[in-house]
C-alpha cells in the first residue's frame, strides 16, 4: 500500500518532494514579498514532478533523477521569492540539498546542470535530462494559459512556443491553433 508521504518509508526522492512542500508552508517571507505565490509555487512544483515523470516515462530518461531535479527546479524562488538568476543560484542550493540526501557526485552534476539551465528555453541542448526539465516546466506553464508566457520579449516567447507544440505532438495532443499562429508571429 502506498504510503502517502507518512511514516519513516518515504524514498529519497520523496523526501525531498516533501522538504519542498515544507519550505513552502512554512516560508517566513510574506507574500509580499514574493514574486509569486506559495499557492503558485505549490502547484507548480507538485505539475512539473508530475510531466517530467511522464516524459521520462516516455524518453526512457531516469524517472527519480527527473523527478528530483523538477522538485527543486525553482527552489530559489521557493527559498527566496525572487526569480532573479533563479535557475543558477537554485542549482547551488540544490548542490547541498542533494548531498544531504545521499545523491552521489555523478547524480547531483546531472541535477544541478538541469537546473541551473531550465530557464535557457531557447537553448538545445543534448543532454536529455536538461530538456526534460524545461519541457516539464513549460507544459505546467502553459496549462493555466495559453498566453502565460506572453510578458516576456517575442524573442524568447516563441522559443516557449517550439517546445509545446513539439511536447504536444510527442505525447499525442492535438495541435492548437493558439501555439502554432503564436509561433508564426500571430496575434498572441
Ligand atoms: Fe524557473
Ligand atoms: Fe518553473
Known amino acids: 500500500m502506498f504510503h502517502h508521504f507518512i511514516g519513516q518509508k518515504l524514498s529519497r526522492s520523496e523526501k525531498i518532494q516533501a522538504w519542498v512542500v515544507s519550505c513552502l508552508v512554512n516560508s517566513k517571507i510574506p507574500q509580499i514579498k514574493r514574486e509569486s505565490s506559495v499557492i503558485w509555487e505549490l502547484k507548480h512544483s507538485s505539475g512539473v514532478i508530475q510531466f517530467a515523470r511522464l516524459l521520462a516515462q516516455k524518453r526512457g530518461i531516469n524517472e527519480e533523477l527527473a523527478v528530483v531535479a523538477a522538485a527543486l527546479h525553482d527552489i530559489f524562488v521557493v527559498l527566496d521569492g525572487s526569480y532573479n538568476q533563479h535557475a543558477k543560484k537554485g542549482a547551488t542550493i540544490a548542490k547541498k540539498i542533494l548531498k544531504r ?44 494559459g495559453d498566453g502565460i508566457y506572453n510578458s516576456k520579449p517575442k524573442e524568447i516567447t516563441k522559443h516557449y512556443y517550439g517546445r509545446i507544440i513539439s511536447i504536444r505532438k510527442e505525447i499525442g495532443l492535438p495541435a492548437k491553433h493558439y501555439f502554432t499562429n503564436a509561433l508564426n508571429g500571430g496575434m498572441k
Open 101 to 144: 540526501y545521499k545523491f552521489n557526485s555523478r547524480e547531483i552534476a546531472q541535477i544541478c546542470e538541469a537546473i541551473a539551465s531550465h530557464s535557457d528555453k531557447h537553448v538545445y541542448s543534448e543532454k536529455p535530462l536538461v530538456e526534460l526539465i524545461k519541457d516539464a516546466d513549460c507544459v505546467d506553464c502553459f496549462f493555466y
